[in-house]
């Protein structure tokens, strides 16, 4: 038996206000999950506090979109990249992301999945050094304001360790699809519309529970119970009613 990666859930101070944010900036298929992975959103017990979260998105979009988004009610933040090519922003809640140029493959409308522009270069880390991958072809049903959700991004202190812990919880079909200096990066081989999974260091101090965190499902025939336990044995600890990884970010089995 295994779980599958099956969303992205954000605390947030007024779920109604947030949730209808990234609807229209992703769509409603989108954040309901029409490329495997929905965006879910939970109470928060107060306003987002720390600095930088240890997770977040990557979209893909040219200057329309950027204007967009900030008509929506996204703001530029300033979390220490320096001068980069993209745009590193925060959304309503102070929420970070990033926004990413869309490259030549993406322009012929084909479909890219793995390295951008020939070299993984960017992230929204106080360091911005080398997390930011390649997109997806056709926005797809539900496609919001034409921006594409290319990677979920998580700190990690030991991107190796991480990710063979995050390939067992992921499931099957996900693979490295690239490896450097900057970290790894984990994609679903089956379906190239689905966001990756990046991983690499700066890690942003932790002095609460993150604001985002991921969410895997147990496959048809298992158990949350059992696939708890599983992942448990892989090295995740039991914290109330969610696991932590072994760097200590929470993720939720169900």
Partial sequence: MATRLTGVVIRASDVESLSEFWTKVLGEDVVGGAYGVALRFDEARGPKTVRKNRVHLDLKGGPVQLERLLDLGA?????????????VLADPEGNEFCLQPPTP????????????????????NGSMN?????????????????????????????PRAQGKFWSVALGFGWQVGAEGDWGLALRQADD??????????????????NR????????????????TSRLVVEGAKRQGELLIDPEGNEFQVA
């Fill in 105 to 124: 493959v993406d322009e012929l409308g084909g479909v890219e999945h793995g390295v951008a522009n020939g070299s993984m270069n960017g992230s929204a």
């Fill in 130 to 158: 080398g997390r930011h991958v390649g997109g997806v072809g056709d926005a797809g049903p539900g496609s919001g304001i034409g921006v594409r959700w290319t990677a979920v991004c998580q700190d990690a202190a030991d």
């Fill in 75 to 87: 703001v530029r933040v300033d979390i220490g990249q320096g001068k980069v090519p993209w745009e």
């Fill in 212 to 227: 985002v965190y991921l969410r895997v499902t147990p496959n048809p025939g298992s158990h949350v119970v059992v696939e």
């Fill in 192 to 209: 190239a519309r689905c966001p990756m999974l990046v991983m690499g260091p700066p890690v942003a101090e932790k002095d609460g529970p």
